[in-house]
């Protein structure tokens, strides 16, 4: 089966989103879920998690950012166009029972993980404080849909060009210093950002919880490349995850292993550009 696409949207100059046919998916997904794509038949699988559902038209969005070959080619991809693979959905959904007063964090396009979680919490009733922090203005996306859901909403750069200046972890302080106290604080973005945030909220002794997306093959956790430490403990994101104790995860380990692939990846990426330029010549 190929998976249609049904509508594409440029977010910003490097996010890309796309509504993909996948009726059984749409049908089943919930926050914090993830697929896994195959752009083409010989294309590497990516994890990529769920940003929206339209259940009656079986629609699924998927939210990227083009950094590397297998984004580059899914980004070529026009509306009516297929993609090889979508399977999902996968992992264990966001757990939400009994949060009525929550902080979700974003950072870059880790606010498209952070929307539905968000959208998830409103729809339960919950009190919902939504920061998203971007680099700069240019990059910023999804705020309408994150003010819509939100009881309140602080948009950060890093650049203070919209906003206010500085990271995530700044007003979520300023609110803890104030007295400010949250069932849960769910964070979504760069791991050095979820680390920071973890570490922002552990003094005070609230629940935290980071998404963890890390290298991913099959998404069943037969492969293993999705090993995360948490607790001292072995976990895959894939099936334990992707939601974890963020007190509890060695994010430095995480953070050295995302580095593993890395020359790989560029010349993946290298590789790609030099095919895509003799094509358009």
Known sequence: MMYRILKRENLNDTVTRLDVYAPYIAKKALAGQFVIVRANERGERIPLTIAACDRKNGAVSIIFQVVGATTMELNEKQEGDSV????????????????????????????????????????????????????????????????????????????????EQGNVCMPLNRLLEAGERFDEVITIGPLVMMKFVAKTTEPYHIKTVASMNPIMIDGTGMCGCCRVSVGGEMKFACIDGPDFDAHLIDFDEAMKRSKTYAPFEAQAREKHCNLYKKERN
């Open 84 to 163: 090889a693979d979508f399977v999902g959905p996968l992992g264990t959904p966001t757990q939400l029972d009994g949060l009525k007063k929550v902080a979700v964090v974003g950072g870059g396009v880790g606010c498209a993980i952070a929307l539905p979680v968000a959208r998830a919490l409103k729809e339960r009733g919950a009190e919902v404080t939504s920061i998203a922090g971007f680099r700069n203005r240019e990059l910023v996306i999804l705020e309408d849909e994150f003010r819509e859901v939100s009881s309140r909403f602080i948009m950060m750069t890093d650049d203070g060009s919209y906003g």
